[in-house]
């Protein structure tokens, strides 16, 4: 017998008891019987039937201080109470309702009737069962979710601060060893394979930091207008190294005058990698540039070289993070393959657009185009 079959009827009339119980009986529950209050009260304590039918007028107890007890305490407040009443007790009906009782059922008793009622609260209680059950679960996953996003917070507070610490300590060491006049050639060529490695591993780390913050909403957004050519100075002069090292030029064509509304810091890591990544295909003795033409309220960036071009199949892959494509350079450069997903991202919150054409072998031009002014959806 499941708990959920047990239904208690609680009436002095022993004729009203065996109706009742054939009824129920019939209908697949599992019915208990008492003949007063302070029986019931006793089987509750041993055993919780899932309603209870419950006669109104009865001696010693009467059905009222029954469902009254009930209700009071914590262990039984939530089983249905339907109670069984003559047409005449109007007023006995109304405050046991007030009391707590769910319904009533007139006697005689009308079998379909019966039945509907019981059914009804039995329904009602299990679907307010039900949904305890799933705020408990909810609750519990909530909770579960704060603790992991604690851990993840404590983990990308250790990655920030510890390693890249650790890197700057490895670049910085690494760099004062490249210096050494005392190396052979053979050691200053596995020095620089070591600070390349490095720097190969710093960038992913920054790279895998600013998309796990874009992801996280943790990335501060603070558009404002500014001028494009004194950042496109900036990091032209902070890739200058990287551009000698292969004899690539680098020439930019922006005016004083270009003005654009976007986070400058987003912006900023935008224009890093596309030109790092310009510099890294472009082959010895060639040439990146970076213009932009100004579009009523819009100014579209280009970012082309004259490097080892896209296939045609590859132009789809690159802003995907659910695809893994990474391309060697031409001096052997290896990719973290997040670099391009974080320029969309980071170009898409701007309420920009970004995207690429190109050929193989015959170099390549990146698109951004974002707005020169401040948008109402900003």
Avoid at 123 to 150: R, S, Y
Avoid at 173 to 178: A, G, P, Q, Y
Avoid at 272 to 299: Q, R
Avoid at 331 to 359: A, D, F, P, Q
């Amino acid at each position: 017998m499941s708990q959920k079959s047990l239904i208690l009827i609680v009436d002095d009339h022993p004729h009203n008891l065996q109706v009742l119980g054939n009824i129920l009986k019939k209908e697949g529950y599992s019915p208990a019987l008492t003949q007063n209050g302070v029986q019931a009260l006793e089987f509750v304590k041993k055993k919780q039937p899932y309603l209870i039918l419950l006669d109104i007028m009865m001696p010693e107890m009467s059905g009222l201080e029954v469902c009254r007890k009930l209700k009071q305490s914590p262990a039984t407040k939530d089983i249905p109470v339907i109670f069984l009443t003559a047409k005449t007790e109007t007023e006995d009906i109304v405050e046991g309702l007030e009391l707590g009782a769910v319904d009533y059922v007139t006697k005689p008793f009308n079998h379909r009737e019966l039945m509907a009622r019981i059914n009804t609260h039995i329904e009602l209680k299990t679907a307010k069962q039900l949904i305890v059950l799933q705020k408990e679960q909810l609750k519990q996953t909530v909770e579960e979710l704060k603790q992991a996003n604690a851990t993840k917070d404590k983990l990308f507070s250790i990655i920030t601060h510890d390693l890249k610490n650790l890197f700057n300590a490895l670049l910085g060491f690494s760099e004062e060893l490249v210096n050494n006049n005392n190396l052979d050639t053979e050691g200053r060529q596995d020095i620089q394979v070591i600070q390349q490695t490095s720097k190969q591993g710093y960038k992913l780390l920054k790279n895998l930091l600013e998309w796990a913050k874009s992801q996280t909403g943790k990335t501060a957004f603070q558009p404002t207008t500014f001028n494009l050519k004194a950042i496109v100075a900036i990091n032209i002069e902070l890739l200058t190294n990287n551009a000698q090292s292969k004899n690539i030029t680098i020439l930019s064509d922006i005016l004083e005058t270009t003005l654009v509304f976007a986070d400058e810091n987003m912006l900023n890591t935008v224009l890093k990698n596309l030109l790092s990544n310009a510099i890294k295909f472009t082959p010895a003795n060639g040439t990146v540039a970076i213009s932009c033409e100004e579009k009523d309220t819009e100014v579209e960036i280009s970012i082309s070289d004259t490097g080892i071009g896209i296939k045609p199949e590859d132009i789809d892959k690159l802003f995907k993070i659910d695809v893994s494509h990474t391309t060697i350079g031409t001096g052997k450069e290896e990719g973290t393959g997040l670099g391009l997903i974080l320029c969309k991202e980071l170009v898409e919150k701007n309420g920009g657009s970004i995207w690429v054409e190109g050929e193989e072998g015959k170099g390549s031009r990146f698109y951004i185009r974002l707005p020169s002014q401040q948008k109402e959806w900003l």
